[in-house]
């Protein structure tokens, strides 16, 4: 309860929607992978279900349409 009456006090300084929220040019991320290494072929990862992918489905769809990521 506390947190929600926080959110609500300062709604104006959390983040908008992703299609609202507009990129800044001062910062870059950029991942620098030696082309000459082997990445691991197993991934070690928890299963999720079904609505955990919809849920991650959609955010990461949000973040491309809004140019925040993309796929490679």
């Known amino acids: 309860e506390?947190?929600?009456?926080?959110?609500k006090e300062f709604a104006d300084i959390f983040a908008?929607?992703?299609s609202e929220v507009f990129p800044v040019d001062f910062t870059t991320h950029k991942l620098h992978v030696d082309p000459t290494v082997t990445l691991?072929?197993?991934?070690?990862?928890?299963?999720?279900?079904?609505?955990?992918k919809e849920?991650?489905?959609?955010?990461?769809?949000?973040?491309?349409?809004?140019?925040?990521?993309?796929?490679?």
């Open 2 to 7: 506390v947190i929600l009456d926080l959110v």
């Open 55 to 72: 849920w991650y489905d959609n955010i990461l769809t949000d973040m491309e349409e809004a140019n925040i990521i993309q796929k490679v």
């Open 16 to 18: 908008l929607p992703l």
């Open 40 to 52: 691991p072929k197993k991934i070690h990862q928890k299963p999720v279900t079904a609505a955990q």
